[in-house]
């Protein structure tokens, strides 16, 4: 079974940045595609990235578009998530997942995304 392992959150002030990071451990990961989503209390699970593995493509919403930056090591089974210009409201716990199914990417659906990790806390002051 595949596993994930989020790190890197923290407390970061405004206009801040910070690298967050997924690791695959167990098999190597074959996921079509990852992506990174948050949540924050009170809301639903919102899509932040996504990356395939094939040739890379990324995929962002209007709200991180210029902000974030998704990337992958697949030698080290490794997904980044790189945020600028931070935020209060990118305060979040963030996730990320695997996207494994065949056929239409839903990129930007969590409900698609077959595995998680536990996710990080990050949180970005006024």
């Known amino acids: 079974q595949k596993q994930f392992v989020e790190s890197g959150g923290g407390l970061v002030q405004a206009g801040g940045s910070l690298r967050i990071s997924c690791a695959a451990s167990?098999?190597?990961?074959?996921?079509?595609?990852m992506g990174w989503f948050r949540q924050a209390p009170g809301k639903e699970r919102e899509f932040v990235a996504a990356?395939?593995?094939?040739?890379?493509?990324?995929y962002y919403p209007d709200s991180v578009k210029g902000r974030f930056t998704i990337s992958r090591d697949n030698a080290k089974n490794t997904v980044y998530l790189q945020m600028n210009s931070l935020k209060p409201e990118d305060t979040a716990v963030y996730y990320c997942?695997?996207?494994?199914?065949?056929?239409?990417?839903?990129?930007?659906?969590?409900?698609?995304?077959?595995?998680w990790g536990q996710g990080t806390q990050v949180t970005v002051s006024s």
């Open positions: 167990g098999r190597t990961d074959s996921s079509r595609a």
């Open positions: 997942a695997a996207y494994v199914t065949a056929g239409p990417l839903y990129y930007h659906d969590y409900a698609w995304y077959a595995y």
């Open positions: 990356i395939t593995r094939s040739f890379g493509t990324t």
